[in-house]
Every structure is written in C-alpha cells, then in structure tokens.
Nanobody, 122 residues
C-alpha cells in the first residue's frame, strides 16, 4: 500500500516562503509522478505543480516564478518550495502520486496524502 505523508505546513507571514515535503512509502518514489494540489476553504482542490518521473516540472500559472520542486528518489521524498506568499495562498496542500507506467500494477491509480495546512497571515 502506497502512503504519502506531507510535512512542513504552518503559519507564514505575507511575503514569506514555505517549504513542504512529501515522503512516499510502500513502493519506490521513482515509480510515480508527483503533484501538489491545494484546497482553500470553500473552494475546489486546485493543481499547483508536478514533477514527473523523468524530472520534468510543470507549474500552474499562478505558481510560475514563485515555486520550485525537486525530488530525491533515494530518500523517497519530494520537496516543494513557494516564495512571496500571499493570503490567497492559504490552503491545505496535498501531495498526489500516480504512475504512468503501463506495465505497473497500479497504472493510473491515484494516491493522496492527508494534506498539510498553510496559513498566510500577519
């Protein structure tokens, strides 16, 4: 069973930065593409960033220039960094894993962490 555990959330001042991590267990991280999503109160979950198995990163428009992501497959951990935080970045941030390997036993199966809350407030 694949499990994802996020960490690093908390209270951040506007203009500050956050660093989140997502640790994968149960199967090797290198089998999965990893996304970060976020969900603000009363809104739908929205995609933020992806890092693929081939290390390609893609960002949502609002995240371009403010976010970075990298993965350490040896540590089964993905690191996500966002700077210049605004109150509208307040949300629960979720890690998501999915394999696009057609030979994988869990091809296209989705895994979610429980999320870590981030509050941007003076």
């Amino acid at each position: 069973q694949v499990q994802l555990v996020e960490s690093g959330g908390g209270l951040v001042q506007p203009g500050g930065s956050l660093s989140l991590s997502c640790t994968v267990s149960g199967r090797p991280l290198n089998l999965y593409n990893i996304d970060w999503y976020r969900q603000a109160p009363g809104t739908e979950r929205e995609w933020v960033v992806r890092i693929s198995r081939s290390l390609t990163a893609e960002y949502a428009e609002f995240a371009e220039g403010r976010c970075s992501i990298f993965r350490d497959d040896a540590k089964n951990t993905v690191y996500f960094h966002m700077k210049s935080l605004k109150p509208e970045d307040t949300a629960v941030y979720f890690c998501h894993a999915q394999s696009d390997d057609r030979d994988a036993s869990d091809y296209l199966m989705e895994y979610w962490g429980k999320g870590t809350p981030v509050t941007v407030n003076p």
